[in-house]
């Protein structure tokens, strides 16, 4: 399975700052996806990033606040902008081949961010 | 709509005792099953899925699930459990029959292996 590199693993920022997440993948795939994981909560889908094409977003999320790029089959980043202490949560890259429906997904091990 | 209960927020368990983590789900077609396991400071990690098949699915690390139809259940199990097994379990469930519909997580349940 695929081997997903996810940096900052964890930062403290400042609110009204903006943070940018990456997600690098040893090997092209066809799905990427960004999670939220609030404090003693499940994940949540925030979108799809899709290779050279706006990103799909899932209810409760726009791309003002949470801008994705996703500039080739490999790579992606996540922005959370104009952050408030609500923010603060696990943010989980997620990818998966072909045949992700029914393979399911591999995780990256997720960026912890606390907004001050 | 689909959904996923894990009915436990927490379950405890003595080390070498069986354990066994509850999932219900609910979709409109087939399901497509998996549970996924989350280690302090870790991203999740695959463990096992149902698609189609055998009820009875082994998985990673000694881990097992049983899809049960009738009870719209597919509880993960193992035989003895360890210490190492205390992390966040997930459970997700897919609508086979919606292409393009996504996964659907459980809010987690807590294992705690105690020595």
């Known amino acids: 399975s695929a081997v997903i590199s996810q940096k900052p693993s964890r930062d403290i920022c400042q609110r009204g700052t903006s943070l940018t997440i990456q997600c690098q993948v040893d090997?092209?795939?066809?799905?990427m996806f960004w999670y939220r994981q609030q404090p003693g909560q499940s994940l949540t889908l925030i979108a799809t990033?899709?290779?050279?094409?706006?990103?799909?977003?899932e209810s409760g999320f726009v791309i003002d606040k949470f801008p994705i790029s996703r500039p080739n089959l490999t790579f992606s980043t996540l922005t959370v902008s104009n952050m408030s202490p609500e923010d603060s949560s696990i943010y989980l890259c997620s990818v998966g081949g072909d045949s992700y429906l029914s393979e399911g997904y591999t995780f990256g091990s997720g960026t912890r961010l606390t907004v001050v | 709509a689909q959904s996923v209960a894990q009915p436990e927020d927490q379950v405890n368990v003595a080390e070498g005792n069986p354990l066994t983590v509850k999932c219900t789900y609910s979709?409109?077609?087939?399901?497509?099953l998996f549970w996924y396991v989350q280690y302090p400071n870790r991203g999740l990690q695959f463990l096992l899925k149902?698609?189609?098949?055998?009820?009875l699915v082994k998985g990673s690390y000694g881990f097992e699930a049983e899809f049960n139809k009738s009870q719209t259940s597919f509880h993960l199990k193992k035989p003895s459990a360890l210490v190492s097994d205390s992390a966040l379990y997930f459970c997700a469930v897919r609508d086979s029959d919606n292409y393009g519909q996504n996964f659907v997580f459980g809010p987690g349940t807590r294992l705690s292996v105690l020595p």
């Open positions: 149902y698609i189609t098949g055998d009820n």
């Open positions: 979709v409109s077609g087939n399901p497509y």
């Open positions: 990033a899709n290779q050279g094409s706006e990103a799909t977003y």
């Open positions: 090997s092209q795939v066809t799905m």
